[in-house]
């Protein structure tokens, strides 16, 4: 596909600020943490955040998949370093 805008309906709907980036995830299941990214992430306004990012998943890799805009991005690389924690577990 090819879409003609102006600069500005570009900016306005974020159709030049679009990067694919997969996030490897070590301690979680990627299917879970991308479902909380949607709920809560990518559903409210962010600055310098498209209205369209989403959050997916390979379950081969445990990977979260991300497209969006570059600010997407490391929100969810901020994110994970609060959400990918391993558990902390005591064995008695």
Known sequence: SVIIATKATADQKSLNAHVFKTIPVKYRDAA???????????????????????????????????????TDSQMVSQALKTLDVQANRKVY
């Open 32 to 70: 879970m943490v991308a479902q909380q990214l949607n709920a809560t992430l990518f559903s409210v306004p962010r600055s310098g955040g498209s209205n369209r990012a989403i959050a997916s998943f390979d379950p081969v890799t445990n990977s979260i998949i991300v497209m969006g805009t570059e």
